[in-house]
């Protein structure tokens, strides 16, 4: 465990943020599909290590750990390789997260899958093959990373790959980041409302690419502003039109009193003026991954907040709405409450020094709770867990002036 403390409430710095980790593994994934290509900025987070061992393995089974995005993705790249058998596995919550929405959609495409456990839980066993199939239909408001994968698998198809949606896509900007990825490589991409068309890829040629920083890792320092006195931090390798649906959070944190400033290749954050509500309401149903980070906002803040969209946040590292109650009640809140798909909190802002946060096995769990440690030192259990997204996250708090010690 660490004991996380900063004398000053003042923030100043400049970071160097690994590249983002959605855009680094479609890029992985289509590389597979297509032909090689340089990535540059890549994410050094261990779900892109475990990507790219994945790809590279002749082992006839492979454990992906924790790492849900690999499991979705190689799903798809694994039945397109002809003649192949590969048992995809992985850690015991990974066994414990549905994949049977997107193994039914490669069934349809006669791909021949199989459960070895649990039915529509991995592991799975995946016999690959030529796919002459171009349709297939699914839900869309499960795991847009299901729609992902069958968007890329489509790249490499003869025939490409008409996709259609029964529901209403969940987590829309990861869709149109995936859309957008393809399209930069070269390929074809529509969308329409209940149906995705891929184009066949006939590019031999695929420029280098170069990955934007990822923006929901800078979320846990516009948090840390947030709860800052003073700030004048930069972070680097970051665009004022980003394809990553996370950048919202320059809207968002607004409202919490973070100016964003873009400059030559990053952004510069600094306190503003801007008067702080004292409620918040906000739908981050195309921005799940940062409800974790934007609710400890709150709680720091004084803020009370209902946070809604937040559905899949059931099946990730952990069931992360349970997760967060059971953390946030540490602390002395007057309430909070969690529905399948939302959460509020009332609020008392008396927060305790010394809490001890239990992490899940959950990256964003242990990231999102450290801002508090502004206001009181702060105890995060299992702290190496962050490096499944990003790696070098206590080593850039202790640059900021955080005292970490190891207890």
């Known amino acids: 465990m660490f004991e996380i403390s900063k004398k000053s409430k003042s923030i100043e710095g400049v970071l160097n943020i690994s590249g983002s980790k959605s855009e680094s593994n479609r890029l992985i994934a289509l590389r597979a599909f297509t032909s090689y290509f340089e990535i540059k900025n890549i994410s050094d987070s261990d779900d892109v290590k475990v990507m790219i061992s994945a790809i590279n393995s002749n082992e006839e089974e492979i454990d992906i750990g924790h790492a849900g995005t690999a499991m979705r993705f190689l799903t798809s790249y694994f039945s397109s390789i002809q003649n192949s058998s590969v048992i995809l596995t992985g850690s015991k919550r990974m066994k414990e997260r549905p994949i049977s ?157 973070v100016k964003t400033t873009f400059i030559n290749n990053g952004i510069h954050l600094t306190k503003s003026e801007n008067k702080i509500e004292k409620k918040i309401s906000l739908d981050l149903s195309n921005n799940p991954d940062l409800a974790q980070t934007i609710v400890v906002t709150c709680l720091g803040l004084g803020i009370d907040c209902d946070l809604y969209g937040l559905h899949t946040l059931k099946i990730k590292e952990t069931d992360r709405l349970k997760a967060l109650k059971s953390e946030i009640q540490k602390f002395e809140v007057d309430n909070i409450e969690i529905t399948d798909n939302s959460l509020h909190l009332k609020n008392k802002s008396k927060l305790k020094s010394n809490i001890s946060i239990d992490t899940y096995n959950d990256h964003r769990m242990a990231m999102s709770f450290v801002p508090l440690s502004l206001l009181n030192p702060l105890i995060i259990n299992d702290p190496m867990v962050v490096t499944k997204s990003y790696v070098s996250f206590w080593d850039h708090l202790e640059e900021l002036g955080f005292e970490i010690s190891k207890k």
């Open 101 to 257: 929405i997107l193994v039914d959609a490669l069934r349809e495409l006669e791909v021949d899958i199989s459960y070895l456990e649990n039915e529509g839980y991995p592991p799975i066993k995946i016999n690959g093959r030529v796919i002459s199939k171009k349709q297939v239909h699914l839900p869309a408001n499960v795991s847009s990373q299901y729609i992902s994968s069958l968007m890329m698998l489509g790249v490499s198809l003869q025939n490409g790959l008409i996709i259609n949606l029964s529901t209403e896509i969940t987590s829309l900007p990861y869709i149109e980041m995936t859309k957008k990825i393809i399209e930069r490589i070269g390929g074809h991409v529509k969308l329409q409302l209940n149906q995705i068309l891929i184009d066949s890829f006939s590019n031999k040629i695929i420029p280098n690419q170069i990955v934007e920083s990822d923006w929901s890792s800078a979320s846990y320092f516009y948090s840390i502003v947030a709860l800052s006195d003073l700030s004048d931090l930069t972070l680097n390798t970051y665009h004022k039109n980003s394809i990553q649906g996370d950048s919202r959070l320059v809207d968002i944190y607004r409202n919490f009193g």
